[in-house]
T-cell receptor
Framework: ETGVTQSPTHLIKTRGQQVTLRCSSQ?????VSWYQQALGQGPQFIFQ???????GRGNFPPRFSGLQFPNYSSELNVNALELDDSALYLC?????????FGPGTRLTVL | AQRVTQPEKLLSVFKGAPVELKCNYS??????LFWYVQYSRQRLQLLLR??SRESIKGFTADLNKGETSFHLKKPFAQEEDSAMYYC??????????FGTGTRLQVFP
Protein backbone atom coordinates (compact mmCIF):
# COMPACT_ATOMS: atom_id res chain seq x y z
CA GLU A 1 0.00 0.00 0.00
CA THR A 2 1.48 3.35 -1.01
CA GLY A 3 0.92 6.59 0.84
CA VAL A 4 -0.14 9.96 -0.50
CA THR A 5 2.29 11.40 -3.03
CA GLN A 6 2.51 14.92 -4.43
CA SER A 7 4.33 16.50 -7.35
CA PRO A 8 6.32 18.55 -7.87
CA THR A 9 8.24 18.94 -4.62
CA HIS A 10 9.16 22.56 -5.25
CA LEU A 11 7.98 25.12 -7.78
CA ILE A 12 8.89 28.72 -8.54
CA LYS A 13 6.50 30.91 -10.51
CA THR A 14 6.05 34.61 -11.16
CA ARG A 15 3.05 36.78 -10.40
CA GLY A 16 0.19 36.33 -12.85
CA GLN A 17 1.20 32.84 -13.94
CA GLN A 18 -0.86 29.70 -13.51
CA VAL A 19 0.18 26.53 -11.66
CA THR A 20 -1.04 22.93 -11.42
CA LEU A 21 -0.17 20.74 -8.44
CA ARG A 22 -0.81 17.01 -8.40
CA CYS A 23 -1.72 14.47 -5.76
CA SER A 24 -2.07 10.70 -5.76
CA SER A 25 -4.31 9.36 -3.01
CA GLN A 26 -3.52 6.55 -0.68
CA UNK A 27 -4.82 3.30 -2.14
CA UNK A 28 -8.59 2.89 -1.65
CA UNK A 29 -9.17 6.45 -0.41
CA UNK A 30 -12.00 8.19 -2.31
CA UNK A 31 -11.81 11.62 -0.65
CA VAL A 32 -9.08 14.19 -1.28
CA SER A 33 -8.64 17.49 0.53
CA TRP A 34 -6.25 20.33 -0.26
CA TYR A 35 -4.73 22.69 2.30
CA GLN A 36 -2.53 25.77 2.10
CA GLN A 37 0.09 26.22 4.82
CA ALA A 38 1.72 29.62 4.97
CA LEU A 39 4.95 30.05 6.91
CA GLY A 40 4.35 29.86 10.66
CA GLN A 41 0.68 28.96 10.27
CA GLY A 42 -1.38 25.82 10.48
CA PRO A 43 -2.80 24.32 7.29
CA GLN A 44 -5.92 26.07 5.94
CA PHE A 45 -8.62 24.12 4.12
CA ILE A 46 -8.98 24.99 0.43
CA PHE A 47 -11.48 22.38 -0.82
CA GLN A 48 -12.36 18.72 -0.78
CA UNK A 49 -13.34 16.25 -3.50
CA UNK A 50 -15.36 13.10 -3.02
CA UNK A 51 -15.82 10.74 -5.97
CA UNK A 52 -14.90 13.46 -8.47
CA UNK A 53 -17.30 16.09 -7.08
CA UNK A 54 -16.37 19.13 -4.98
CA UNK A 55 -17.57 18.43 -1.46
CA GLY A 56 -16.86 21.59 0.47
CA ARG A 57 -14.76 24.70 0.00
CA GLY A 58 -12.88 26.99 2.34
CA ASN A 59 -12.45 30.74 2.14
CA PHE A 60 -10.39 30.82 -1.07
CA PRO A 61 -11.19 32.76 -4.26
CA PRO A 62 -12.42 31.06 -7.45
CA ARG A 63 -8.95 31.25 -9.03
CA PHE A 64 -8.23 28.23 -6.82
CA SER A 65 -9.85 25.27 -8.55
CA GLY A 66 -9.49 21.53 -8.52
CA LEU A 67 -10.25 18.22 -10.12
CA GLN A 68 -10.50 14.65 -8.97
CA PHE A 69 -10.06 11.81 -11.44
CA PRO A 70 -11.71 8.36 -11.54
CA ASN A 71 -8.63 6.83 -9.89
CA TYR A 72 -9.12 9.40 -7.07
CA SER A 73 -5.95 11.31 -7.88
CA SER A 74 -6.39 15.07 -7.84
CA GLU A 75 -5.12 18.40 -9.14
CA LEU A 76 -5.07 21.85 -7.62
CA ASN A 77 -4.97 24.72 -10.11
CA VAL A 78 -4.23 28.29 -9.18
CA ASN A 79 -4.66 31.07 -11.76
CA ALA A 80 -3.31 34.61 -11.71
CA LEU A 81 -0.76 33.83 -9.01
CA GLU A 82 -0.19 36.43 -6.32
CA LEU A 83 2.79 36.83 -4.00
CA ASP A 84 0.64 35.72 -1.03
CA ASP A 85 0.05 32.37 -2.73
CA SER A 86 3.59 31.40 -1.73
CA ALA A 87 3.07 28.52 0.68
CA LEU A 88 3.27 24.78 1.21
CA TYR A 89 0.31 23.05 -0.45
CA LEU A 90 -0.77 19.84 1.22
CA CYS A 91 -2.98 17.12 -0.12
CA UNK A 92 -4.70 14.64 2.20
CA UNK A 93 -6.71 11.55 1.39
CA UNK A 94 -9.25 9.77 3.54
CA UNK A 95 -12.02 7.23 3.36
CA UNK A 96 -13.77 7.52 6.72
CA UNK A 97 -12.16 10.28 8.77
CA UNK A 98 -8.51 10.47 9.82
CA UNK A 99 -6.84 12.22 6.90
CA UNK A 100 -3.44 11.08 5.63
CA PHE A 101 -1.21 13.81 4.30
CA GLY A 102 1.27 13.96 1.47
CA PRO A 103 4.69 15.62 1.77
CA GLY A 104 3.47 18.84 0.18
CA THR A 105 4.50 21.06 -2.71
CA ARG A 106 6.43 24.22 -1.84
CA LEU A 107 5.25 27.03 -4.16
CA THR A 108 7.21 30.26 -4.34
CA VAL A 109 5.72 33.19 -6.25
CA LEU A 110 8.17 35.93 -7.24
CA ALA B 1 -17.05 30.80 14.46
CA GLN B 2 -15.08 27.60 14.15
CA ARG B 3 -11.62 28.06 15.58
CA VAL B 4 -8.75 26.14 17.15
CA THR B 5 -6.37 27.99 19.46
CA GLN B 6 -2.94 26.80 20.48
CA PRO B 7 -1.65 29.54 22.76
CA GLU B 8 2.00 28.46 22.86
CA LYS B 9 4.23 28.77 19.80
CA LEU B 10 7.10 27.06 21.58
CA LEU B 11 7.33 24.73 24.55
CA SER B 12 10.75 23.71 25.84
CA VAL B 13 11.26 20.98 28.44
CA PHE B 14 14.02 18.67 29.60
CA LYS B 15 13.95 14.95 28.96
CA GLY B 16 11.84 13.18 31.56
CA ALA B 17 9.71 16.22 32.39
CA PRO B 18 5.93 16.18 31.93
CA VAL B 19 4.51 17.85 28.84
CA GLU B 20 1.16 19.50 28.22
CA LEU B 21 0.39 21.09 24.87
CA LYS B 22 -2.71 23.24 25.13
CA CYS B 23 -5.57 23.31 22.65
CA ASN B 24 -8.87 25.13 22.93
CA TYR B 25 -11.59 25.11 20.33
CA SER B 26 -14.72 26.98 19.35
CA UNK B 27 -17.44 25.05 17.51
CA UNK B 28 -21.21 25.01 17.71
CA UNK B 29 -21.96 21.32 17.73
CA UNK B 30 -20.06 18.13 18.44
CA UNK B 31 -16.71 18.25 16.70
CA UNK B 32 -14.17 15.52 16.36
CA LEU B 33 -10.75 16.55 17.70
CA PHE B 34 -7.34 15.45 16.48
CA TRP B 35 -3.67 15.94 17.22
CA TYR B 36 -1.29 15.86 14.27
CA VAL B 37 2.51 15.81 14.56
CA GLN B 38 5.23 16.81 12.12
CA TYR B 39 8.75 15.58 12.84
CA SER B 40 11.70 17.30 11.17
CA ARG B 41 11.69 16.72 7.39
CA GLN B 42 8.65 14.42 7.61
CA ARG B 43 5.06 14.81 6.55
CA LEU B 44 2.19 15.74 8.82
CA GLN B 45 0.84 12.59 10.47
CA LEU B 46 -2.08 11.75 12.69
CA LEU B 47 -1.10 11.22 16.33
CA LEU B 48 -4.43 10.96 18.17
CA ARG B 49 -8.15 11.34 17.61
CA UNK B 50 -10.45 11.83 20.56
CA UNK B 51 -12.94 9.15 19.59
CA SER B 52 -10.21 6.51 19.76
CA ARG B 53 -9.38 7.30 23.39
CA GLU B 54 -6.00 5.62 23.00
CA SER B 55 -2.45 6.40 23.97
CA ILE B 56 0.08 6.77 21.17
CA LYS B 57 3.82 7.05 21.92
CA GLY B 58 2.85 7.75 25.54
CA PHE B 59 0.66 10.73 24.59
CA THR B 60 -2.95 11.06 25.69
CA ALA B 61 -5.58 13.73 25.13
CA ASP B 62 -8.97 14.08 26.77
CA LEU B 63 -11.80 16.07 25.30
CA ASN B 64 -13.25 18.47 27.90
CA LYS B 65 -16.49 19.79 26.44
CA GLY B 66 -17.11 22.11 29.40
CA GLU B 67 -13.79 23.88 28.89
CA THR B 68 -13.77 23.25 25.12
CA SER B 69 -10.25 21.91 25.42
CA PHE B 70 -8.29 18.97 24.04
CA HIS B 71 -4.87 19.26 25.67
CA LEU B 72 -2.13 16.79 24.73
CA LYS B 73 -0.20 15.28 27.62
CA LYS B 74 2.76 13.02 28.20
CA PRO B 75 4.13 12.25 31.67
CA PHE B 76 7.80 11.87 30.66
CA ALA B 77 9.07 13.65 27.54
CA GLN B 78 11.68 12.02 25.30
CA GLU B 79 14.10 13.74 22.94
CA GLU B 80 12.43 12.06 19.98
CA ASP B 81 9.18 13.86 20.87
CA SER B 82 10.68 17.10 19.58
CA ALA B 83 8.41 18.14 16.71
CA MET B 84 5.66 20.49 15.62
CA TYR B 85 2.25 19.60 17.04
CA TYR B 86 -1.06 20.74 15.54
CA CYS B 87 -4.47 20.45 17.11
CA UNK B 88 -7.36 20.20 14.63
CA UNK B 89 -11.10 19.75 14.60
CA UNK B 90 -13.63 18.54 12.09
CA UNK B 91 -17.37 19.01 12.16
CA UNK B 92 -19.92 17.21 10.03
CA UNK B 93 -17.54 17.02 7.07
CA UNK B 94 -13.97 15.78 6.78
CA UNK B 95 -12.71 19.38 6.55
CA UNK B 96 -10.04 19.97 9.19
CA UNK B 97 -9.57 23.28 10.99
CA PHE B 98 -6.05 23.55 12.37
CA GLY B 99 -4.49 25.61 15.10
CA THR B 100 -1.25 27.48 14.46
CA GLY B 101 0.82 24.74 16.05
CA THR B 102 3.19 24.40 19.00
CA ARG B 103 6.83 23.51 18.58
CA LEU B 104 7.95 21.12 21.31
CA GLN B 105 11.67 21.07 22.08
CA VAL B 106 12.91 18.37 24.44
CA PHE B 107 16.44 18.96 25.69
CA PRO B 108 18.69 16.11 26.89
Amino acid sequence: ETGVTQSPTHLIKTRGQQVTLRCSSQSGHNTVSWYQQALGQGPQFIFQYYREEENGRGNFPPRFSGLQFPNYSSELNVNALELDDSALYLCASSIQGGQFFGPGTRLTVL
Amino acid sequence: AQRVTQPEKLLSVFKGAPVELKCNYSYSGSPELFWYVQYSRQRLQLLLRHISRESIKGFTADLNKGETSFHLKKPFAQEEDSAMYYCALSGNTDKLIFGTGTRLQVFP
